[in-house]
């Protein structure tokens, strides 16, 4: 198995507050070798990658993790595009993989989402990128066992398909939701009532129209049309999103929470908004609770959610700063971005700036970053992917090729995400560290997934997959 050297790994650590507004106040401290996160992370995927607006693309079954990823191009043991789910054994690294479609697409966004059915056996449901109608999905044969799943199923979502957050509520007899982007171009969810054997048409989360556009000043003229969207559930009877308007390279966006319970669409403080029917009038991003209010100098882009123990969501997303004066033109903004955290304290929500996330990843999608990821078990803790100090904004420079990276920190807080510390998990990189996430287990380790090499856009990449393993 390759292992990152040594020049992958620092333990160093930052501690930020944003006290008022311009004062920032810093400390520097050196940290020994035997720290928390003083462990080898280890490559667990050759030639893999993923998008962030699919969930759940890692689970936690019995102290092992599976994960999902697809080939970006031709290397390792795989061909571009092929969508592959990994079995992880974090205490041995051993790992066995499976494909569950050849080629299906060379595009991130046509990773799969997972989900553990109520006898342990593994869901997968996955489409490609808006190319045909098709929502896709595979189900293994034992719980825990990859090597033998159900052929694949088609099932027709009226449009064309992009994205897979597939949940399961135990609270509603084991009806499992797949919320994706289909008709209309916009969210929408279907259901299965038989552990994803067959499916139905539900209806439409919300709605985003061209006519939503028209006279409206923060609408840079460019794309639109779409809200993006990420998901969680409380394992039970809830599945929380938060949304954007639309696309940040079309609107000035703010960010918006609801959730669904008992057939309803809710704000956060529980009101309820609708009753979704596939013939009803959808709901629009505004009328769901907002977080974040968007400007031409603050626009927001979803990243991550998850659930607490108490039931009450806690987010990660981030704000563009600096593309005010140009936000009409593609590819010339995205030079300054920050990650933020919000928690739901159980009658408001609590939002902080958290630290520096750095420049776009490429031109053309100047709002793509690094990301956060949330750990589901743990609101005071996170994990980012910058190419800027967290505190300072200065350039990441690696001593060991010269070059700026992308390289992971691991963030904690004591005061609900008003100041952080942070950890450098990654440091002096020669390829950069990606998209971080942190599945669900039911061990005391954090395991700590991430993609590791080039990405030039969601269709050409040359990434690994990455795993590190700590204690909680």
Known sequence: MTKLSLNDFMCNQWTSRLKTPGFLSVLFTLLSVG????????????????????????????????????????????????????????????????????????????????????????????????????????????????????????FDAG????????????????????????????????????????????????????????????????????????????????????????????????????????????????????????????????????????????VAWASDIEVDALGNPFIAFSVQVDGAAVRNRRGAGGLDHRYYHGRWDGSRWRVHEMAHAGTKLYSGEDDYTGLVALDPQAPDYVVISTNADPVSGMPLVSRTDGQRHWELFAGTTSDGGETWKWTALTKDSTQDQLRPIIPKTATDSRVILWTRGTLKSYTDYHLDIVALTVPR
Request: aromatic share 12%; charged share 25%.
């Open 35 to 154: 720290c928390l996160h003083a462990a080898e992370p280890i490559v667990v995927k050759e030639n893999g990658g993923w998008c962030w607006f699919q969930g759940k693309r890692a689970v936690g079954l019995d102290g092992k993790v599976f994960f999902t990823s697809i080939s970006g191009d031709d290397h390792g043991d795989w061909n571009a595009g092929d969508l592959v789910v990994t079995k992880l054994d974090p205490t041995s690294g051993k790992t066995s993989h499976f494909c569950l479609h050849a080629k299906l697409q060379r595009d991130d966004h046509a990773v799969a989402g997972l989900c553990l059915l109520a006898d342990g056996r593994l869901l997968a449901v996955y489409g490609k990128h808006g190319n045909d109608h098709f929502q896709r999905s595979r189900i293994t044969l034992r719980p825990g066992d990859l090597s033998e799943w159900t052929q694949e199923q088609r």
């Open 159 to 298: 449009a064309g398909y992009t994205y897979s957050n597939v949940y399961r509520l135990p609270g509603e007899d084991d009806r499992i939701f797949n919320f994706h982007r289909g008709r209309g171009f916009n969210p929408n969810c279907n259901f299965s009532d038989d552990g994803g054997s067959t499916w139905k048409y539900g209806w439409r989360l919300m709605q985003r129209t061209s006519a939503d556009l028209s006279d409206d000043p923060r609408y840079t003229g460019m794309d639109g049309r779409r809200p993006y969207v990420c998901y969680a559930s409380n394992g039970r009877d809830e599945i929380h999103f938060i949304a954007t308007d639309d696309h940040p390279r079309a609107y000035d966006n703010s960010l918006y929470h609801g959730y669904y319970k008992a057939g309803n669409l809710l704000a956060s403080d529980g009101t309820i908004l609708a009753t979704p029917t596939a013939a009803g009038q959808p709901l629009k991003p505004r009328d769901f609770t907002e977080v974040f209010t968007g400007t031409a100098d603050r």
